[in-house]
Every structure is written in C-alpha cells, then in structure tokens.
Nanobody, 117 residues
Framework: QVQLVESGGGLVQAGGSLRLSCVGARTNFMISIMGWYRQVPGKERELVAQISSGHNTNYADFVKGRFTISRDNAENTVYLQMDSLKPEDTAVYYC???????????WGQGTQVTVSS
C-alpha cells in the first residue's frame, strides 16, 4: 500500500498564506497526475487543483487566482501554494496521485488547514 506524505497544514488568519507539500510515490511519478482535494465534515471530498507531469494545471473555480499548484518531478513532490485564504477554505486537504496507466491512485493521510476570521 503506497502512502503519500503531506506536510504544511496549520492555522492561519484570513488573508494569510500556507504552502502544502506532498511527497509522492517515486515509481510512476512521471505518469501520474498529482492533485489536491479537500473535505469538510458532512460533505464529499472535492477537487482543489491538479497538475500533469507536463505541468498542465486545472483549478476549481473557488480557488482560481488564489491557489497555485506546482510539482518537482526530480523530487517526486507536489506543492499547493495557498494565498488570500478565507475561512471557507478550512478543511482537511488530501494529496492524490493518479496513475494514467493502470488507473491506480494513491492518497495521503490528510493535513488540516484552518483559517480563522
């Protein structure tokens, strides 16, 4: 069982910034779409942002212009820079590695992000 390792969550005031990091599985990293999802209690997990190995990105409308996803293929790591944070961004953020061959995917354990008003 592959477990991704996330870091960088915490407590921040509204308008502040946080940077999340996730070390993915080195094997097959270059054929993986890396993504960040988030979940609040009682709601389904939702996509925040994705990035392909060629650095093509996709963002949820509610984070466009505020969050930036990036990846370092040499370090098999994906980042999520979160700026202009809002209280409604409070959630557990999960890293996802989706293999484009074989259709497998792996998840991190989740990291709590709390934005105070």
């Amino acid at each position: 069982q592959v477990q991704l390792v996330e870091s960088g969550g915490g407590l921040v005031q509204a308008g502040g910034s946080l940077r999340l990091s996730c070390v993915g599985a080195r094997t097959n990293f270059m054929i993986s779409i890396m993504g960040w999802y988030r979940q609040v209690p009682g709601k389904e997990r939702e996509l925040v942002a994705q990035i392909s190995s060629g650095h093509n990105t996709n963002y949820a409308d509610f984070v466009k212009g505020r969050f930036t996803i990036s990846r370092d293929n040499a370090e098999n790591t994906v980042y999520l820079q979160m700026d202009s944070l809002k209280p409604e961004d409070t959630a557990v953020y999960y890293c996802n590695q989706h293999l484009t061959i074989g259709n497998r995917e792996y998840w991190g354990q989740g990291t709590q992000v709390t934005v105070s008003s």
